[in-house]
């Protein structure tokens, strides 16, 4: 191969490679969270008050995690749960209680008691779930 070959082939190349590049980056760009659909499995279970497992729900600030969604008590008698799985890769988030927001401890991802994004890098907001109480019984469904 002589000299003029070798640069034709290795500019060739050279351009198949940024063009590559490109569509992957393209593929990692952030969408707009406000205008993302919220993410998070489709569910309808319950959770007893009375057992052991889920006693946290029975004081203010409480939180139980179950079915992929985490329950959160914030009065007696008042409750909200949202998605676990952090939308920017999946790890599991976790109530935190000081600051009233769920927080990712993979990235350091931040979401409101809504699932809004609040602090990056996850783009997209949680989905939230109706929570309504019947004696000790909590159904959570969305």
């Known amino acids: 191969m002589d000299r003029k070959e070798f640069l034709k082939l290795s500019c060739g190349l050279c351009g198949i490679s940024l063009i590559g590049s490109s569509v992957l980056l393209e593929s990692c760009k952030k ?3 406000v205008n993302a659909a919220p993410q998070g499995p489709t569910v309808n279970f319950t959770l007893n008050l009375g057992q052991p497992a889920n006693a946290a729900l029975n004081t203010a600030g409480g939180s139980v995690a179950s079915n992929g969604v985490i329950v959160v008590c914030t009065t007696v008698t008042s409750y ?3 998605a676990q799985a952090c939308t920017h890769a999946g790890c599991s988030i976790s109530f935190d209680k000081t600051g009233n927001d769920f927080v990712c401890p993979c990235h350091g991802a931040t ?8 602090s990056g890098p996850a783009n997209a907001p949680l989905k939230k779930y109706t929570v309504t109480r019947n004696g000790n019984i909590l159904t959570v469904a969305g």
């Open 31 to 33: 969408t707009n969270a």
């Open 80 to 82: 909200y749960a949202i």
């Open 111 to 118: 979401f409101d008691t809504n699932g809004n994004v609040t």
